[in-house]
């Protein structure tokens, strides 16, 4: 029997990383929110890897926080250990990475939906989504329902979750957790393209069962740097290490002696995993020639003896894994608490998606995370900010909030879901954005915090301090063009030590901070009047000096590309009537229906030529408006 409970604005289905971020942005705006969870004890689980940033994804940590999302704050609470990646490259790949503790950040998430005014945490298991005149009618397996506006569906690997280990294969969600059985079929039945996607994780090792003396240690940065904007500068320190080992040809033999008995090659699996991300058996097939892959063993907690093996995923079976895991130094008498495993789980074709995450067809239901065919906490939280933004919007009659490429890596990864779709979870990398020296994660303030502050999200004391960081940048500008530097000795044995040429008549403070070897830190002796300055100003104002042309062209193609994005393409248009335009490309025009030029060229099996006749036929469409 069905029985109602209550209404409201925006009800989001999954509390894992996009479900958090969706229902507290929805609830901030200011709309009656309700979230479900099938288990209360999983909210915001970590059941893959315990860390939070990496390459890329700390660009989009840093975007979330910017716009006022919730992520980088609980990474910053939770911290067990910080680094900056890709030091030795470009500021374009530098990228934060946290090691936390899970059931902290857990924890810490789970507080904030409970304190959080205007927003419901609920356990239940939400089976059925039909729509119900203009509102979407939400059922329970108790037979609970509710009467809402918008719904997200933010279900992870829960959709259809099915666990393999070696031969054995069991419906499940993550971490034992029951799967989301039924809502699936209520999605089919709504005309939903599903599809079935896979993903892994490695096993849990005791810690004191590790021998730490030949493994290489690797320790976390200090100062730390923090992710969000909002931590008070000097409050985090590093708690723990990490470790490195690396497989060898015992371990190969191990596996490729059992690699029939892996579900991926059996046959068990109809899931495509991660591309980007393969389980140790799918690199010795794929990469034959290498012997050796590293590993990084991490700690999962400060109060757990848990150690996760990150880079060691895998769906063989547990009397393999035994076998295999002890072939690697320093783990030669492991315990293991937790096998690898592999799982499988629905998810959605993106291309049936607006770029506001709004399902094109069912006006009011949203997608954010896995469930649109992502990979990774910090994929699926963005995704989750984006879409509960959208669905208050929607309910308060509003424009749609839309990041476009130019914007942000947010920007790109939902473009290129909903643009060109996905063979594979998709996994955000630094190569994947064409303006990457532009968006960088230092600057993720400078580039969002307006948006989020005009959006709603960002406080007006954080956007106080915005303002005011601001400024400081442009006085320091100033500074640095007003200031002269007189050639003496000093000045020029600093020169000569850095490799860079002397000088012989005064020079700005900025051609001298133009050169590669120079920066604040080296002409700290010889600038008197140098203030006080953040240390991210300071990193800002470096890279924007020394990368000053480069940056300046990605700001010209951005222009470009806006002026492309702005030639919209009437909703109604009927590309089966336009002469020339090839037959694939009409079918991906009219699948999609991208909204601009720009969008339309970004879809995989458009062509330029096909652009131009579009471009052509608007022109002339738009000529036969005006003569009538």
């Not at 990646?85 to 409970?114: C, F, T, W």
């Not at 998606?353 to 994929?379: D, I, M, R, T, V």
């Not at 954080?462 to 007003?482: P, T």
Request: aromatic content about 8%; charged content about 25%; hydrophobic content about 35%.
């Amino acid at each position: 029997m069905k029985f109602f409970v209550d209404s409201y604005d925006i009800a989001v289905i999954g509390a894992g990383h996009a479900g958090i971020e969706a229902a507290l942005a929805g609830a901030r705006l200011g709309c009656k929110t309700v979230i479900f969870t099938i288990n209360m004890d999983s909210v915001g689980n970590c059941p893959c890897n315990p860390s939070i940033g990496g390459t890329a994804k700390g660009h989009l940590v840093r975007e979330i926080d910017a716009l006022g999302g919730e992520m980088g704050k609980t990474a910053d609470e939770a911290l067990l250990q910080m680094k900056m990646l890709n030091r030795g490259k470009g500021p374009a790949v530098h990228s934060l990475r946290a090691q936390i503790d899970r059931r902290q950040y857990s924890d810490i998430m789970k507080l904030k939906l409970e304190k959080q005014e205007n927003l419901d945490l609920k356990q239940a298991e939400i089976v059925e989504l039909e729509r119900e005149n203009d509102l979407w009618k939400v059922t329970a397996r108790t037979g609970s329902y509710y009467l809402v506006k918008t719904v997200i569906i933010a279900t992870g690997t829960y959709l259809g979750g099915k666990v393999f280990i070696g031969d054995l294969a069991y419906e499940s969600g993550p971490d034992g957790t029951f799967p989301s059985k039924f809502l699936a079929d209520s999605l089919k039945k709504l005309n939903i393209e599903l599809r079935r996607f896979k993903t892994g994780t490695p096993a849990r090792v005791m810690r004191s069962s590790i021998n730490f003396e030949n493994l290489t240690r690797q320790d976390g940065e200090d100062p730390v740097i923090p992710f969000s904007y909002d931590t008070p500068k000097g409050s985090l320190t590093n708690k723990v290490s990490c470790y490195i080992s690396h497989t060898n040809k015992k371990t190969k033999e191990v596996i490729m002696e059992n690699i029939s008995r892996s579900p991926l090659y059996s046959g068990n699996i109809e899931g495509v995993g991660p591309r980007y991300c393969p389980s140790i058996e799918d690199k010795y097939v794929r990469f034959s020639e290498k012997e050796s892959h590293q590993l990084f063993i991490e700690p999962c907690g400060l109060n757990t003896e848990e150690m996760y093996l990150q880079g060691m995923s895998s769906s063989l079976p547990e009397d393999v894994q035994i076998k295999f895991y002890k072939t690697i130094p320093g783990l030669e008498n492991c315990m293991i608490m937790r096998p690898a495993y592999a799982i499988e789980y629905f998810c959605v074709d993106p291309l049936q998606l607006k770029a506001s995450l709004e399902f094109k067809s069912l006006p009011g239901l949203y997608g954010a995370g896995q469930f649109n065919g992502s990979s990774g906490y910090e994929e699926a939280a963005a995704q989750g900010l984006i879409a509960g933004i959208n669905a208050a919007l929607k309910v308060k009659g509003k424009d749609e909030f839309i990041l476009d490429r130019a914007s942000s890596y947010i920007g790109t990864l939902i473009d290129d879901l909903v643009t060109k779709g996905v063979a594979d979870p998709y996994r955000m990398m630094t190569s994947r954005s064409e303006y990457r020296l532009y968006l960088r994660q230092d600057n993720a303030d400078t580039r969002l915090t307006e948006l989020g502050y005009k959006a709603g999200l960002v406080t007006q004391r954080r956007y106080k301090a915005y303002l005011e960081k601001q400024k400081q940048k442009e006085q320091e500008y100033k500074r640095l063009k007003q200031t002269v530097i007189s050639p003496n000795q000093k000045v020029n044995e600093i020169l000569l030590s850095c490799n860079t040429t002397p000088i012989k008549s005064g020079i700005r403070l900025i051609e001298l901070m133009k050169r590669p070897q120079l920066g604040y830190e080296v002409l700290k002796e010889v600038d008197l009047t140098r203030p006080e300055l953040d240390n991210n100003v300071m990193e800002q104002i470096e890279i924007e000096i020394k990368y000053e042309g480069y940056i300046k062209k990605q700001l010209a193609k951005i222009k470009e590309m806006r002026r492309l994005e702005n030639k919209f393409i009437p909703k109604d248009i009927d590309y089966s009537k336009m002469n020339g335009i090839s037959l694939e490309a009409r079918e991906k025009l009219d699948k999609i229906r991208p909204l601009s030029i720009g969008q339309a060229s970004r879809i995989s099996g458009v062509s330029p030529a096909d652009i131009s006749i579009l471009m052509i036929n608007l022109s002339y469409s738009k000529e036969s408006q005006k003569d009538e």
